[in-house]
């Protein structure tokens, strides 16, 4: 298996494979592994999280500049499926191969959602699911990675004036 570097925009489907499976992604047309939350165990209460202010995203690096760090180091060691979540040697490696080659990944997103229901916030990436029982995860058990959430509430300021600010 190959891994796929990605930062918090995700990236576009750049093989067949990844084309082929779009349909099976939650959002078809956006990027796999983009970051979505979703408010309450059921509904369609779901935003794509986009960042509030413009990033430099990893999809605008060539694909020149992103093969200067291949997903799997070139060890034969490594030449086999890297275990979920990834070693630490793994991610050193990766890690140094970044700094030396001047990647710089997205490893922070801000992003504004205005909720449209009352409940738990889920917070997952866009990969492809199967709605069947027993295999929801199969896409999902070869990931790895963490992320740290802050949520802000933020009162919006008043849109209408009450009748008693008016006077």
């Known amino acids: 298996m190959v891994r796929q570097k990605t930062d918090v925009t995700g990236f576009a489907a750049d093989s067949v494979r990844h084309v082929m499976a779009s349909p ?56 086999a499926d890297i275990p979920s979540p990834a070693d630490e040697d793994f991610k050193s490696w990766e890690l140094a191969c970044e700094a030396t080659n001047n990647i710089k990944p997205n490893r922070t997103l801000i992003s504004d959602i205005t909720a449209d229901a009352i409940g738990e916030l889920f917070i997952y990436v866009n990969d492809a699911v199967l709605a069947l029982s027993g295999l929801t995860d199969v896409f999902y058990r070869n990931n790895s990675g963490t992320a740290k959430v802050t949520v802000t509430r933020v009162l919006a300021d008043s849109i209408v004036e009450s009748p008693a600010e008016g006077k």
């Open 24 to 79: 099976l992604k939650r959002w078809w047309w956006e990027n796999w592994f983009r970051p979505v939350a979703r408010i309450g165990k059921r509904g369609n209460y779901e935003h794509v999280l986009r960042p509030a202010a413009p990033l430099t995203a990893m999809e605008h690096l060539t694909a020149m500049e992103v093969k200067k760090c291949p997903p799997q180091p070139p060890k034969e060691k490594w030449e």
